[in-house]
């Protein structure tokens, strides 16, 4: 079953900030966030492991709360390249090292 | 470094034909994962290669293989091609399987079923 994000899709002026939500059912041991722009490839931001454990990039954090098996993005200051779809991806005890994705959060962030 | 190649870009195949789509991963990557993206269906998981074995298997009919090759480099191949087959197919190549490393994604390969 694949994790749900929140909202479906966002607009957001220059500097704005935004939350992205993404909720599994299943008992979580990683989230990995990636971004997507029209016409390429997903491109990695964030893994959070179950117990604290987080690589990603500098400008972007993220939390992952392992009681609720929930995980959010944050977007803060928001610029326009932020803009593009942004996917979680959850590995849990049962899927091994596979990633199952959520459908995808849009993000515009314009001027 | 370079990143993950795939080829061919683009491919456009009949009803009950077959393709072979190949994925280079990162040098030195040892985990090679399919993905197959659809406007309906979002990012759907077909299979994980790791050290020329499969590891991993999503919910696709047998007509969806793959396999990897001892320089890791990857392939898929999917018979009898329906038109439900259309989609953006992305490989993904990790250094291990390991939970905390990043997947890297090529530019996928956008076949069309006429």
């Known amino acids: 079953q694949q994790p749900v994000q929140s909202p479906q899709a966002v607009i957001l002026r220059e500097g704005e900030d935004a939350v992205i939500n993404c909720s599994s059912s299943k008992a979580l041991y990683s989230v990995h966030w990636y971004r997507q722009k029209h016409g390429e490839a997903p491109v990695f931001l964030m893994i959070l492991l179950k117990g604290g454990e987080q690589k990603g990039h500098e400008k972007i954090s993220a939390s992952f709360n392992e009681k609720k098996q929930q995980s959010s993005l944050y977007l803060t200051a928001s610029q326009l390249s932020y803009s593009g779809t942004y996917f979680c991806?959850?590995?849990?005890?049962?899927?091994?090292?596979?990633?199952?994705f959520g459908e995808g959060t849009q993000l515009t962030v314009n001027p | 470094k370079a990143g993950v190649t795939q080829t061919p870009r683009y491919l456009i195949k009949t009803r009950g034909q077959q393709v072979t789509l190949s994925c280079s991963p990162i040098?030195?990557?040892?985990?090679v994962s399919w993905y197959q993206q659809t406007p309906g269906q979002g990012l759907q998981f077909l299979f994980e290669?790791?050290?020329?074995?499969?590891?991993n298997k999503g919910n696709f009919p047998g007509r969806f293989s793959g396999r990897q090759f001892s320089n890791s480099r990857s392939e898929m191949n999917v018979s009898t091609l329906e038109l439900g087959d259309s989609a953006l197919y992305l490989c993904?190549?990790?250094?291990?399987?390991?939970?905390?490393?990043?997947?890297?994604f090529g530019p996928g390969t956008r076949l069309t079923v006429l």
């Open positions: 993904a190549s990790r250094l291990t399987s390991g939970r905390f490393d990043e997947q890297f």
């Open positions: 290669y790791f050290s020329e074995t499969q590891r």
């Open positions: 991806g959850t590995e849990s005890k049962t899927s091994g090292s596979r990633l199952t």
């Open positions: 040098s030195g990557h040892r985990s």
